[in-house]
């Protein structure tokens, strides 16, 4: 059984108002989409803007609601969760997006920003959420330094490792990435790539990640999805899709991409952080 079973999914939004102010068009956002996702896996959701990539992503976290399908996570059918349960569930899938300004309460410091979920989720002492909080600094290559630090006090980078940080708090074992590192710096995107793909193989982490470019799909993806006006187009392992794609979209879609990186290349140049890091 995956850890994550999508089937049917579909949503539309309306586009438009007849004379009476009623809603009288639709257009679908997404469209029968059905895909699986097993422990420790990333699968990659890629295609144009506007092919329906971060509507996806929101459905399967129920931050949207879909019109008609199933998502089934870890055998559990997250569409029929309420209240507590969906709660409880989310704790388990987390979500990292794009702009780590927009997602940090820029009145928090970093070290009550990370032991909020901890705050509301566990029954932890306060001294053992310090622990734990320090812990989480350390695995995302931020010393205990910024633990009283403003999210105004750092660069994107170290904020999105302060994003990452709190979404791996109560051990998620799926988290969907919206574009997390299309905000930040060129310089700075191979080494936020690189700790999302070590904190996979240290975690057993599966990933859902939306992304456009395709050059830093080919890094960290096992498996992609390539989605255009909101259906699938193909699905297929990594290697497959970029080196035999069966499609005319997937096909224009990689000509598109300047000269990809290659595979695990990215990792020697930009150089994993470490504990005890200073980040970026
Ligand atoms: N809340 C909404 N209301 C109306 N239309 C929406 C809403 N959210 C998304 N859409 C529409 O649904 C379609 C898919 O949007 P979505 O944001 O999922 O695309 P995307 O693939 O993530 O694009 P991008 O790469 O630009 O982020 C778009 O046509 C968009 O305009
Ligand atoms: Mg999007």
């Not at 310090?130 to 105004?152: C, H, K, M, Q």
């Amino acid at each position: 059984m995956s850890l994550l079973e999508v089937t049917g999914l579909s949503k539309s939004f309306s586009s438009g108002r007849d004379l009476l102010g009623r809603r009288n068009r639709w257009t679908y956002a997404v469209r029968d989409v059905s895909f699986t996702i097993d422990r420790g896996e990333c699968l990659a959701v890629v295609g144009e803007s506007g092919a329906g990539k971060s509507t996806v992503g929101r459905m399967v976290l129920r931050l949207i609601e879909p019109d008609t399908g199933t998502i089934t996570f870890d055998g559990v059918d997250v569409r029929s969760l309420k209240g507590g349960q969906l709660r409880r569930l989310r704790q388990r899938m987390q979500m990292i997006f794009q702009d780590p300004y927009s997602s940090l309460d820029p009145r928090m410091r970093v070290a009550d920003a990370v032991a909020e979920p901890l705050v509301v989720h566990s029954t932890m002492d306060a001294a053992a959420r310090d622990r734990r909080v320090a812990e989480l600094l350390d695995t995302v290559g931020l010393g205990s330094r910024y633990l009283a630090r403003y999210p105004a006090e750092l660069s994107g980078g170290q904020l999105q490792r302060v994003a990452i940080a709190r979404a791996l708090a109560l051990n998620p074992s799926l988290i969907v990435c919206d574009e997390p590192v299309a905000a930040l710096d060129v310089s700075v995107r191979a080494q936020v790539l690189n700790l999302l793909k070590d904190l996979q193989e240290e975690f057993g982490l599966a990933y859902l990640f939306v992304c456009h470019d395709l050059a830093l799909v080919e890094v960290i993806a096992d498996s992609v999805l390539v989605m255009a006006a909101g259906q699938v187009v193909e699905r297929g392992g990594v290697e497959q899709i970029f080196r035999t794609p069966s499609q005319e979209y997937t096909k224009r879609l990689l000509a598109a991409t300047p000269v990809p990186i290659p595979r695990h290349a990215a990792r020697g140049h930009a150089g994993a952080p470490h504990p005890g890091a200073t980040g970026v």
